[in-house]
């Protein structure tokens, strides 16, 4: 079992940056991929960007790609997701997941955090 845990959200003014950690328990760290998402309201849940295990490949939602980055310290068993430029439409509840694979599709990923809170105010 995974447990993992999200924080570094917050209220931010259009064009500032916030960084999102997600900290893991367990010694497997290593043997995941990680991603993450994010849910506006009413909206379904969507991908955001996606990291493999050992960090050699990397995936971005097009929205987002030149302002977010992911990046995973292994040693500290956490994900990171720096959030640079923000946009009112980057206002959601952020979710991070561990799967098998890289993948941008919720299925595969088989651990979730609670989420935490993005509002990015014009």
């Known amino acids: 079992q995974v447990q993992m845990v999200e924080s570094g959200g917050g209220l931010v003014q259009a064009g500032g940056s916030l960084r999102l950690s997600c900290a893991t328990s367990?010694?497997?760290?290593?043997?995941?991929?990680m991603g993450w998402f994010r849910q506006a309201p009413g909206n379904e849940r969507e991908f955001v960007a996606a990291?493999?295990?050992?960090?050699?490949?990397?995936t971005y939602e097009d929205s987002v790609k030149g302002r977010f980055t992911i990046s995973r310290g292994d040693a500290k068993n956490t994900v990171y997701l720096q959030m640079n430029s923000l946009k009112p439409e980057d206002t959601a509840v952020y979710y991070c997941?561990?799967?098998?694979?890289?993948?941008?599709?919720?299925?595969?990923?088989?651990?979730w955090g609670q989420g935490t809170q993005v509002t990015v105010s014009s």
């Open positions: 997941a561990a799967g098998a694979s890289s993948s941008r599709y919720q299925s595969d990923y088989d651990y």
């Open positions: 367990g010694r497997t760290f290593k043997s995941y991929a």
């Open positions: 990291i493999s295990r050992g960090g050699l490949s990397i």
